[in-house]
Structure formats: C-alpha cells, structure tokens
T-cell receptor, first 113, second 113 residues
C-alpha cells in the first residue's frame, strides 16, 4: 500500500529555535495533508489541514504563526515549529489523502529542552 | 463534551478471548468510521474502514456501526499477545471533510498469554 514518510523521526532542539518536519507521500499524490499532534497517553488532535498550493486551515486554538505549514507539491508538506518551547514537545503525525485513500506517517517525536 | 468518546482502559484479556471495543459520538454528520491500531511511539495503522451503518468483517476483526445510536464497535476474535496496543476509533464527515478525522481517546488493550 501507499506509504507516507516523515523526517526526522525524532528531534531534540533547544527552546527558542525552529524545527522543520517533512511529510512525504511516496507512491500516491496527496491533494490534502493533515497535521496532528499527540501528547503522551492522549489521542491525536488535528492541528491543520493543507491543500496543495493553498494556505493551510488551522483548527481552533492552534497558532498559525507558530506552526507554519507549507504544502508546495502533491508529495510534500512541511510543518515548521517556530520559536519552540518545552510545551511544544509532542508527537507530530501527518496524513495524506486523495479522493480515495488516506495514509498516516510514522510520526515525529519533538523534544524541546 | 467531546465529539468522540472512548474509554481509555486499560482493557486486559486472556489470550484467545474476544476483545470488545466501542466509541460513541455526537456529530450526526460523521459518515466514515475507522479503527486504528497504534503501538507505542508509532504512527496509527488502519485496521477497519466502514462507510455509514452496517457490519464489516476482515479476518479476526469485525467492525459495527449503528448511526441511529451513534455507536461503533470493534471486535477482535481469538486475541493474541501481539494484539496488545492502543486502539483508536476515528471518524469524519464526507465531501471536503473526508479524511479530517476526529479521534477517540484510544483504548489500551493488553492480551495476556
């Protein structure tokens, strides 16, 4: 089946720095990509929806200036956590979909020290 | 009130028993219902996908959707220790909302040998 990859799988950064997470759909074209965040022992919470070539739509309570999303092509979306703080430490998971299918990436664990 | 309610467990069953999981929801616009399995520190893996009401069976897994009661279930027959994981229900509406998943909290399942 289709595969969605994420890079890096885990990252540790210092407070105040920015971190970019890549999400790639490897064998299908993802017209829409979703970014989720999962805190320990909690479920996945949708952060934003991005359509290729368009601005992302953010869920209530998610700061668009802090979580920059770019969906420049049908196979690549990036999430940049700007000026990261320890409370941004979480598991970030992307999923890509087209008209018929949706697949999740393996996740990126971000730790902000 | 959360849109999707799921008992977080943990649910412990002996090997060979039937695992019974369920979720309730409040949004009548949900049309697509999924069950995902998530191992620790991994992305979710799709187990079952159902559109609207009805039953679906795939090997040891049976998914049921009752839209009139806003209640979905997943049954795992002949459970194995390898089934120990967190099981997440998820659902979405149709059209542009398809794929924009609302997740339950996840139920931790432990199958003991």
């Amino acid at each position: 089946g289709a595969v969605v990859s994420q890079h890096p799988s885990r990252v540790i950064c210092k407070s105040g720095t920015s971190v970019k997470i890549e999400c790639r759909s490897l064998d299908f074209q993802a017209t829409t990509m979703f970014w989720y965040r999962q805190f320990p022992k909690q479920s996945l919470m949708l952060m934003a929806t991005s359509n290729e070539g368009s601005k992302a739509t953010y869920e209530q309570g998610v700061e668009k200036d802090k979580f920059l999303i770019n969906h420049a092509s049908l196979t690549l979306s990036t999430l940049t956590v700007t000026s990261a703080h320890p409370e941004d430490s979480s598991f970030y998971i992307c999923s890509g979909r087209n008209s018929y299918e949706q697949y999740f990436g393996p996740g990126t664990r971000l730790t902000v020290t | 009130q959360k849109e999707v309610e799921q008992d977080p467990g943990p649910l412990s069953v002996p090997e060979g028993a039937i695992v019974s999981l369920n979720c309730t929801y409040s949004n009548s616009a949900f049309q697509y219902f999924m069950w995902y399995r998530q191992y620790s520190r991994k992305g979710p893996e799709l187990l079952m996908y159902t559109y609207s009401s009805g039953n679906k069976e795939d090997g040891r897994f049976t998914a049921q959707v009752d839209k009139s009661s806003k209640y979905i279930s997943l049954f795992i027959r002949d459970s194995q220790p390898s089934d120990s994981a967190t099981y997440l229900c998820a659902m979405s509406g149709g059209g542009d909302s398809w794929g924009k998943l609302q997740f339950g909290a996840g139920t931790q399942v432990v199958v003991t040998p």
